[in-house]
């Protein structure tokens, strides 16, 4: 039996075209977190400060940044997402979004940072 191997993505880059950081020194701490959005959900609005990515693995997952802009990543897609710029999720389909998340940071350094200042927005 033969393994088939798909890369699907290799960047240097987020979704909107911004270089990604260079990765911190020290000891790095891998996490890998599964992500479920009930059909109609949306994440509160936050941003990463360290470099991450996913692969949407059921349904179609909006990410919209603060300024506006947006992007709809469809399943099976991988997605590199924006660092230090405040997004968030939404699941405008009937469908709920499962997305597995991968985050490289350094032990005990938050992955993502909440606004809930900007909740009325």
């Given at each position: 039996m033969t393994i088939k191997t798909t890369e699907l993505i290799r960047t240097s880059e987020s979704w909107d075209g911004a270089i990604l950081p260079d990765f911190p020194q020290g000891k790095p701490e891998l996490r890998v977190l599964r992500l479920e959005f009930p059909a109609g959900s949306k994440t509160g609005w936050h941003h990463h400060p360290v470099i991450n990515y996913g692969i949407v693995q059921q349904g179609d997952l909006t990410i919209v940044c603060q300024d506006g802009r947006e992007k709809t990543f469809h399943e099976g897609e991988a997605l590199v997402e924006v660092?230090?710029?405040?997004?968030?999720g939404e699941n405008r389909g009937a469908t709920p979004v499962i997305l597995n998340m991968f985050y490289f940071s350094r032990p005990g350094e938050e992955i993502t940072i909440q606004h809930p200042e900007l909740e009325s927005e």
């Open positions: 660092i230090g710029t405040v997004h968030r």
